[in-house]
């Protein structure tokens, strides 16, 4: 096992991955060693900020041996044919979420992956808050009772600010609106907390923005446990993330604080707190502090490093974006939609 | 215009009357005269504590000519029958929420009324809490900008104590458990603050309590404005009340200490928190004191005073109790149901 940190290269050069590129810096596990983007502007700024080299194309990057991995954070849109190629040239890949925009893209990624056999892992960071850390250990160890429901929350008013150059503009590039770019998230996070989800029903719609994509969203679950869910998101309205369980022994509310999304230190302006029996009160949890963005890393080169599985694969990821087209189905068709459903 | 107060009667004389009787005390324009109930015991606590007289049978009290009015407080499943018995007597009438069990008893007391026309008004006290009229307030005065989508959760422990000899046990005599006992207030509030409801979907089950009626529930919202929204309750978790309305100016969260519920004073114990866009502030407002309990039962005195429609009269209580009954056959019928489809 190697103890050399994992040089990778990264690609799409849009804000976020400016967090994911200093995640990188911030471990020891990681050395990001070149970048690409079609726009030079992008490319030079990226170089410059992390000190890394550019490649003049995808091709020439992927053709770099010194690289061993690619931290993709393409636009949702092409993640099938940025991820084949990586593949197809022997690269790991880590890639932001969502896997992709479809179900069909992202079972078309399980068989490149099936032919290639690079380790493959997506950035379904939130779970891997402190604040979502401690909520799993708090229901892992029975702290509160018998599980009941689950609810989370995640708005912002990002749909408001869209303009016809923007990818997110269009239905087609932006599956779901709040969908598949926020509760794609929570998705994630819930069945982490709560086991597989079996079956959705959701309404949707495109109410407030300019744009043609949807903006608003209600979604409700049910997990193979049982179990009860729901996920909703306003994509024109001020902020707001939280996840909520309720058990027989207490509830849990974890609240973060959205302007502070991207910070390292997010689990500074996360708020978590435990309700108990017979009680009104809530009473604040202490929140480990961790760094999801260098974990997810980390866990990345672990997984490569250790011949292992990463925490959030293809299987984690797919069942993640399976949520989301269960829900537009469920809303396009006026039905409840079974995950199985859209699973193959 | 009588400047009298109305003289009424109070029938079921379970908790909740004494809530209600203790409102009618509060009150100029009520006096609480005399009582009923089968229980020569709990008729003999009441009366002690109301100083007013009791009736021997609920027919003796109906034939009683000082009694304009009934407060009626009866377990929901005699709520057609005893209201039906009050009607013929030409006793306006009060009754307790839910209006009844299913929509054709609420469908058999609309026939009654129309011939008796007696007045008629159902306790959705919530709307009127001093909290729930400021949300009305600042939607209505355009404060939060163009609505997007409310939420509203309840919940209770209230199940775990059920026993076989509490009519809350048994599926039938509590459709769809929390849905008849908690959230048909919330459905009454929603539509009060985003308009009537077009269509709903659902989930719910018996999962923890060891009752044969069911446990928790997760519904989502269409209104006929297109806006989205959502209700859920966990009948087996720590006590949880509050209302969230996302806009594109502000969202508003307001949050009650449910170990408060029955006290006038209620809104001491609410909280209610305005955040603007572009904030993660969450800004207390001011909420005024209100007594909801004794407001509704002076609305109902008002309309028959002033000859005009209760605030909550039959269409308001059955448009709240519809969407329970769509959400009991969205459950069961796995599909999405519309108001118009359970309204007739």
Redesign the interface.
Known sequence: MSSEPMRVASVGLGRWSKVIGAAATRSDKLELVTCFSRSQEKRDAFARQFGCDQAASYEELLADDRIEGVLLTTPNEVHVETVEQAARAGKHIWLEKPIANTMSGALQIREILEKTRVTFSIGHCARMSGASRKMKELIDTDKIG?L??I?A?W?T?RA?QLTPDDWRWYADATPGGPLIQLLVHHFDTIQYLFGPVA?V?????S??TPAEVD????????FES?????C?S?W?????YWI?V???E??LYQML???HWGDPNIDKYTTLMY??????EKVPVEIPMRDMFREELEDFVDAIRQQRAPEIGWIEAAQALACVEAAIR?SNN???VTIAEVMH
């Open positions: 018998k009941s429901m609810e929350h708005s008013g408001m079956e029903q959701a309404f949707k719609g109410l407030n903006d608003v969203t209600a979604v409700i679950i049910q049982g179990h009860l869910g729901y909703g306003s024109v309205s001020p902020g707001v909520n309720y058990g027989t207490a509830n604080d959205l302007t309700q108990s029996r017979g009680s009104s469920s006026k039905r409840p």
